[in-house]
């Protein structure tokens, strides 16, 4: 009989800007008694609530419990920049342009079949604009080597014929009120969400069909008979199919260990401000939303609702195997950030940040995700690779559909991806790693 007991939980350092600034509009209940279903999914971020509706969609009459280790938004999920992009973004190579033109194109098809999913979402379940917003994205330069970076994505892009605009130095300050970037590369295809607010809502959208429990992390998950037994908070429940979409957490579970890079990245979010405060038109346009020309420099994002705005700023990556990090390292990232948005925003030294926080990613080193029925009726949809508003949707889509047996070309090109390859024993591999992102990011220097 497996038996697997699940030693360590998601610790969320800090408070997520984007869900202190959402509105909940649906209860919270933790599961409190034994039950059976048809199907048992682990985590309620973008690949266990994606699975959810992409199952409740196949298997209408089925009954399918989801159970969350903490709050719904309280995790990865609702605390990234909110960037859901198609075109390629490969976080641990030096910059965004391609090699394998084919390969790409593939990538770049999954990722707008993932958003195609999310528009479908958001039309359903009325999400506004400002909760899902197909404005598209801008790589922005700051040095000349960013803008060396930035030419060799445009010549890429124009070689797989994926429609992209170059802006110019006083372009990018009309649009971002800053004379701090000297180009940008604009792509149309990229949604940008209010990750909290997105999530929340594909959560509530469920609700009617999927019995969602939070608060209910899941302790123990053994094999008993034909159906799988997962004990949670005050219960729990009894299912012969179960699917993870809980990241880098299905090492827990017992499986792909030793072979996935549990990566920490960080944010900070300014309080809420008016344009006229500053004087001037000192932050742009309402809406904007920025990634580094350089992967490892800063994302910079801004937001308006009701005629107050707000900035939110991503920088650093650190690997973090024991999948916490402490409230100290969050406080010295958001001192760091401090200093890059006061860079970029000069008129805006007395704006204070009014939350930081710190969320996991994870990341394999052959950039593929650990999915499969990794033992008998137990799917995994995990390991995003630090894409995961995107990448963590379609492995949702992608286990639904392998779970239920429901064959596509899409799930016959996922499902034979290759396994994450193993990661060199510890120290070794947190040295190693920590080395080469550290050295990354000095080298992106003005782009961070
Ligand atoms: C600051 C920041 C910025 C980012 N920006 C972007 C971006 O712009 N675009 C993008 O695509 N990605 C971005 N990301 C990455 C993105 O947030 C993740 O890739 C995404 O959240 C992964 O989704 P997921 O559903 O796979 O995992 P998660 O969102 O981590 O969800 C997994 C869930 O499983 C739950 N869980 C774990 N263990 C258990 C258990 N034992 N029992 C029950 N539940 C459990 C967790 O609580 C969690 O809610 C960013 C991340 C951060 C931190």
Known sequence: MTHHVIKRLPIDTGVSGWEAISERAFPATALEHDIRADWLIVGGGF??????RRLSQLRPQDKIVLLEAREV????????????????????????SVDDEEATKDEIRQNRLAISFAADVAAEYGLTRETFDPA?????????????????????????????????ADQMREMTGSRYYRGGLYTPGAVMIQPADYIRG???????????????????????????????GRGSVSAPKVILGVNGHIQSFGQFRGRLMHIFTYASMTSAFSQNEFGGDVTGADRWALLPADPMGATVRKITTDGRSRIVIRTRFTYDPSLQVS??????????????????FPGLESLPMEYSWAGALCLSRNHVPAFGEVEEGL?????????????????????????????????DKYKNQPEPVRLPPEPIAWLGVNSVIRLQELRAGREG
């Open 379 to 411: 799917f995994s949809a995990c390991c995003e690779n630090g894409l995961g508003t995107v990448k963590s949707t379609l492995a949702g889509m992608m286990a639904a559909d392998f779970a239920t047996g429901t064959a596509s070309p899409e799930l």
């Open 47 to 52: 690949a266990g609530l994606s699975a959810a």
């Open 327 to 344: 409230e100290k390292r969050v406080a010295g990232v958001a001192a760091e950030q401090r200093r890059s948005f006061d860079a970029r």
């Open 202 to 232: 594909l959560a509530r959208g469920l609700s009617p069909k999927v019995a969602i429990h939070e608060h209910s992390p899941v302790l123990e998950l053994s094999r008993e008979g034909r159906s799988w037994k997962a004990k949670a």
């Open 136 to 168: 598209g994205k801008v790589n922005a330069a700051a040095s000349d080597r960013g803008l060396g970076l930035n030419d060799n994505y445009r010549k890429s892009l124009e070689r797989i014929g994926e429609e992209h605009r170059v802006l110019d």
């Open 73 to 96: 938004a309280k995790g990865p999920a609702g605390r990234n920049s909110g960037f859901m992009i198609d075109v390629p973004h490969n976080l641990s190579s030096g910059e965004y």
